[in-house]
């Protein structure tokens, strides 16, 4: 009778002896693998990683740059192009897919070695195949050539402007852009030039920039017409067209997502320091609202400020005398 109260205890305990067949405690570690193996599997379908944080891991969103010709840049500076000039052939003008403006290759002759150097410009309005190139610090005043700003007088109109002392070219390289020098330092190592933007931007007199305006001008106004032609415009570059608002998405897909109306539902501001998904909107705002001000206000610089003084000094018109009154 021990025995079998025993038995029945034993199968009470286990609380899983429901079937005939079973086998002491392994089915108690089946059933323990068969639960956690469900839980993973729920926890897998759990949760989504939204488009903002899988972009900033590359993988699919790199744009395709097998067909690209080479970098636009100018020669490394070296003391021939410093203290004298070069002179390059231009061989021919060739399109770079993902780039607006077209690009000259220009052959030159190496100055310390027996061979050839093949460098890609961006091509300045009126450059042709064939055209001879001259780049240095004495290097004439003509479309195409490259010369240090402190060679350049004031009111040219140049493109591919360099920010720094030998970067190969930084501002005013989009097809039809250019920049325009405006004025120098007293000391003269400072050169001062206004940027397509319409912002002005002191460099050192040292940067090289090609003299004449960036070719394929006019890009932009042929109309777009279809959605087609703006998908490939994009697709060249991997950016993302059509982009979804993110206020019309899911909450699994975006921070700005869901709710009965299309709404933020929270503040658009975010840390800097916050994980991926939850960092879009204004990040690490300084402030936020409407500028106070008109355009002026906003653009208004010392150099402005100096020519205004100036102006109102060399204008002032003097007060008028009082006249006496006669007792």
């Not at 759990?46 to 590359?58: E, I, L, P, T, Y």
């Not at 000259?104 to 002759?109: D, L, W």
């Not at 005013?172 to 933007?197: F, H, M, Q, Y």
């Not at 006019?218 to 998908?231: F, M, S, T």
Request: overall charge positive.
């Amino acid at each position: 009778l021990l025995v079998f109260l025993s038995f029945f205890f034993f199968q009470a305990e286990d609380g899983i002896r429901d079937q005939p067949r079973s086998r002491g405690l392994g089915d108690v570690y089946k059933r323990q693998v068969s639960t956690q193996s469900t839980w993973d599997s729920i926890n897998l379908r759990m949760g989504k990683v939204v488009k903002c944080q899988r972009k900033g891991k590359g993988s699919i969103f790199k744009a395709y740059t097998i067909g690209r010709v080479a970098p636009a840049k100018f020669r490394n500076l070296d003391f021939a192009e410093r203290e004298g000039y070069l002179r390059g052939v231009v061989k021919e003008i060739v399109h770079d897919p993902g780039r607006g403006a077209p690009l000259a290759q220009v052959i030159f002759r190496d100055p310390y070695h027996f061979k050839h150097r093949t460098e890609y410009f961006v091509a300045a309005e009126g450059m042709y195949s064939g055209q001879y190139v001259y780049v240095g610090k004495k290097a004439t005043l003509s479309i195409g050539n490259v010369l240090p700003l402190s060679a350049v007088p004031d009111g040219t109109v140049v493109c591919n402007v360099e920010g720094e002392l030998n970067d190969k070219g930084q501002f005013a390289r989009a097809s039809g852009t250019s920049a325009v020098v405006i004025g120098r330092s007293e000391e003269g190592d400072k050169v001062r030039i206004r940027l397509p933007s319409g912002d002005r931007k002191t460099v050192p007199a040292e940067c090289r920039a090609m003299i004449g305006v960036v070719a394929g001008g006019g890009r932009i106004d042929k109309p777009i017409l279809k959605a087609g032609v703006q998908w490939h415009k994009f697709h060249a570059k991997r950016h993302c067209f059509p982009r979804v608002r993110p206020v019309a998405m899911n909450p699994v897909d975006h921070r700005f997502g869901g709710g009965n109306h299309q709404h933020l539902g929270r503040p658009a501001t975010i840390s800097r320091m916050a994980p991926a998904g939850r960092k879009v909107g204004k990040i690490a705002a300084r402030r936020t609202g409407l500028v106070r001000g008109g355009k002026d206000a906003k653009h208004f610089d010392m150099q402005d400020l100096k020519q205004t003084f100036y102006f109102h000094q060399s204008h002032q018109i003097a007060p008028k005398k009082k006249k006496k009154k006669k007792k």
